[in-house]
């Protein structure tokens, strides 16, 4: 299994592989993103030479980072069971849209506030029901003779790099406000996504994959070791694949693009509280710490911090309508 990974070490960021207990230093030169840039096979090739002979360093003496720095981040929302939960409870209204079923939908978040595990996550300003997303993501790497655009699922399968556990914290909110305005998510998003703990490269999972694509590994989520919910990734509306090649549609998908499954079946509070009726289990608190655990990937941990206590939201200004200017007064 080869692990990508970064780290911090003796107060110096590094990249590499993960073999075992064992930390191995890219080559001078490389990084996570020229592994992307050079796709799959190459990464592979420079991992055989790496592991058990590059500068290593124990993995319990490194503070692992997010495994990547982002392009872009889209998030698919690729679970029907989710989208019934999170919509009784957002909106207060049963069932799924029947848009739903027609296409993948997705929307682009924050690669800029990405997060690795192990770190502390603060509650953003005015957030008083802070929630988690479990998820699985797809990394995009480089195929040669490919530009990235109007991929077909074929074409897209080859452009998945490898796979990372992906938690898309959610201030559901401040969400469910920003909602009603028929676009967003934006601040109940924005604030932090945690990506880790490294990356399993795709060839890994290349035989578990069934028939149609979809891959059958177990995703679980407890708080405070209490277990909150599990599925499979094989519940998704659609495999990878195709998510990949939609999104390359009259578009372009690039190596380091990160795209997200969208959580999983009771993969989140706010899922659970639609189906519910209350908010129960209730929202996240400082201290609380979420654990993922993605069968084949490993585990994320993190801890939930203090709110910030500022006010942010700025009403809007009730304005003329006028469509002429008004004439400035002379002398002024």
């Known amino acids: 299994m080869v692990k990508i990974a970064r780290w911090n070490h003796d107060g110096g960021t590094q990249s590499g592989f993960v073999d075992g207990g064992t930390c191995y230093a890219l080559p001078a030169g490389h990084s996570v993103q020229t592994l992307l840039d050079a796709g799959l096979e190459e990464a592979l090739a420079l991992a055989r030479q790496t592991i058990g002979s ?30 019934e939960g999170v919509r009784k409870s957002i909106d207060g209204v049963a069932g799924v849209v029947p848009e739903w079923y027609e296409a993948p939908t997705f929307y682009f978040t924050n690669p800029h506030t990405v997060t690795g595990t192990g770190e502390v996550i603060g509650i953003p300003a005015g957030c008083d029901d802070l929630d988690f997303e479990t998820e699985v993501a797809a990394v995009v790497g480089r195929v040669p003779g490919s530009d990235g655009r109007n991929l077909t699922a074929a074409e897209a399968h080859r452009h998945i790099f490898g796979y990372t556990i992906l938690n898309d914290w959610s201030a559901r909110d401040l969400q469910r406000r920003e909602m009603k305005v028929s676009l967003g998510p934006c601040k109940g998003k924005d604030f932090s996504n945690t ?14 994959h069934d028939a149609e694509g979809f891959l059958p590994i177990s995703m679980a989520v407890d708080v405070n070791g209490v277990a909150v919910g599990q599925d499979l990734l094989s519940n998704m509306g659609w495999p990878f694949a195709e998510l990949v090649a939609y999104a ?32 129960t289990p209730p929202p996240l608190k400082t201290g609380d710490v979420v654990r993922m655990t993605v069968e084949g990937i490993g ?34």
């Open 299 to 332: 585990a994320i941990e993190n801890t939930v911090g203090a709110r910030r206590e500022t006010v942010t939201r700025v009403p809007a200004r009730q304005r003329p309508r006028n469509r002429v200017a008004s004439a400035v007064p002379s002398g002024t």
């Open 54 to 83: 590059g500068p290593a360093v124990p993995l319990a003496a490194v503070q692992l980072l997010a495994p990547l720095v982002p392009a872009t981040i889209r998030d698919f929302v690729a679970f029907e069971e989710h989208v």
């Open 195 to 208: 990506l880790g703990p490294w990356i399993v490269t795709a060839d890994e999972f290349e035989d578990r």
């Open 248 to 279: 390359s549609q009259d578009s372009v998908v690039r190596p380091g693009d990160v795209l997200g499954s969208g959580t999983c079946g009771s993969g989140c509070l706010a899922e659970l509280w639609g189906r519910n009726g209350s908010q």
